[in-house]
């Protein structure tokens, strides 16, 4: 499948959570993770001058998300207009203006 037809099968809202699944993931617990640091530790531990100070952990690779998988910041209101009217002119939508209490009438 080509990128142009997974963009037309999914939904915005399925790749958000796909996304966010993705960034709790590169953090999990992984059995063969752990396997290749420990093959990476007692290899260290032959060249390190304290072998016992060398620890498994310290050699699993961390990754940091841009931004809080579960701590995403909410959109303001102008940004969620912006994608209403985006969608709207997608989908051939005529949106009513928005009364700004400018109304003299």
């Not at 051939?92 to 928005?98: Q, S, T």
């Amino acid at each position: 499948m080509d990128v142009d037809e997974c963009k037309r099968r999914t939904s915005y809202n399925r790749f958000r959570d796909w996304t966010v699944y993705w960034e709790i993931e590169a953090n999990a617990f992984n059995a063969d993770r752990y396997y290749w640091a420990q093959i990476a530790a007692e290899i260290r531990r032959g060249h390190a001058k304290k072998p016992a100070s060398v620890k498994t952990e310290q050699l699993l690779i961390k990754f940091q998300p841009k931004v809080d998988p579960i701590k995403r910041v909410k959109p303001t209101q102008a940004e969620i207009d912006v994608q209403k009217a985006a969608w709207a002119n997608v989908c051939g939508i005529k949106l009513k203006p928005k009364n700004k209490g400018n109304d003299n009438g």
